[in-house]
């Protein structure tokens, strides 16, 4: 398991680099700058999902377990 993001500081940056943070390594990971840790980033309409190995933007990888939810309409009522 991974280690708890802490907090960085990042007064010592350059505007550059802060601009950076928004930036992506890949498609679902952000660019680790000076202090800052890489985070990974996910969405979708049932929880978390992490592809395994390579990723691929069509989910077609195999996954690490995860934890799904049901959507939201499945808790509604009309």
Known sequence: MSQPIKAADLTGLSV???AALGSGA???TTKAVGPAQ???LTDGPHGVRKQAGATD????AAS???????PARC???E
Not at 64 to 70: G, N
Request: aromatic letters at 14%.
């Open 64 to 70: 690490v377990p995860a934890t799904c939810f049901p």
């Open 57 to 60: 933007h069509l989910g077609l």
């Open 26 to 28: 890949d498609f679902w």
């Open 16 to 18: 550059e680099e802060k």
């Open 75 to 77: 808790g509604s009522s």
């Open 38 to 40: 890489s985070v990974l």
